[in-house]
């Protein structure tokens, strides 16, 4: 594990508390049925799954030939993670850090946006967007999943689709014609799939 950058030591700790009390209501334990729906058109390359979290699709796309950055504020997800990594023989770079204070070294090819948008606070969003595009090549595509709750807080926070046109505007994003793809959620809530194109 390595760890970059400085983290905010209330948002280490409210993130680790979840984890440790299995409080993750996004988290669906296991892979997303959208990754094997996108992982053939996905680019290769660097692929950065940002709140990664248990980080259940990591293992897919390091055997699918992409080098995967994960990242996660929480230090227990991110041990669990790198054990079973070990244990299956794969390897990608799993790194202990604040999203809101870390940058990369270069920008990646794809991002794998799952559950780190539903889980921060709106309040955050915005912010978030502007490091999303500055992490991306441009021509890199944002492959999103946003949480449908359809009720008021979280997390995980409802990503309503047209408050996500807003954050993820066309002067800065190329949204695809063709409408996203609905993958229920266990939880009973359901998540709505974009690829998204860095302009």
Not at 151 to 177: I, K
Request: charged letters at 25%; a negative charge; one cysteine or more.
């Amino acid at each position: 594990m390595n760890e970059k950058s400085l983290i905010d030591p209330i948002r280490l700790q409210t993130w680790e508390a979840k984890y440790r009390e299995d409080t993750t209501g996004w988290d669906r334990g296991s892979s997303s049925p959208a990754l094997a729906h996108w992982l053939q058109r996905m680019p290769q390359g660097r692929i950065l799954v940002p709140g990664c979290g248990h980080g259940h699709e990591i293992s897919e796309l390091v055997r699918s030939g992409r080098f995967v950055t994960a990242i996660d504020i929480a230090p227990t997800p991110v041990m669990r993670l790198t054990a079973r990594l070990h244990e299956e023989g794969l390897h990608a770079t799993v790194i202990q850090a604040d999203l809101l204070n870390w940058e990369p070294e270069q920008p990646f090819d794809a991002i794998y946006e799952q559950t780190c948008l539903c889980a921060l606070d709106p309040g955050h969003w915005a912010e978030y967007e502007s490091r999303l595009a500055r992490w991306l090549r441009p021509g890199g595509r944002l492959h999103a999943l946003f949480m449908q709750t359809g009720r008021e807080g979280g997390p995980p926070f409802h990503c309503a689709l047209p408050r996500m046109h807003e954050l993820f505007d066309t002067a800065r994003w190329q949204w695809p014609q063709e409408p996203g793809i609905e993958v229920p959620h266990p939880n009973g809530l359901k998540e709505l799939g974009f690829v998204l194109e860095r302009r």
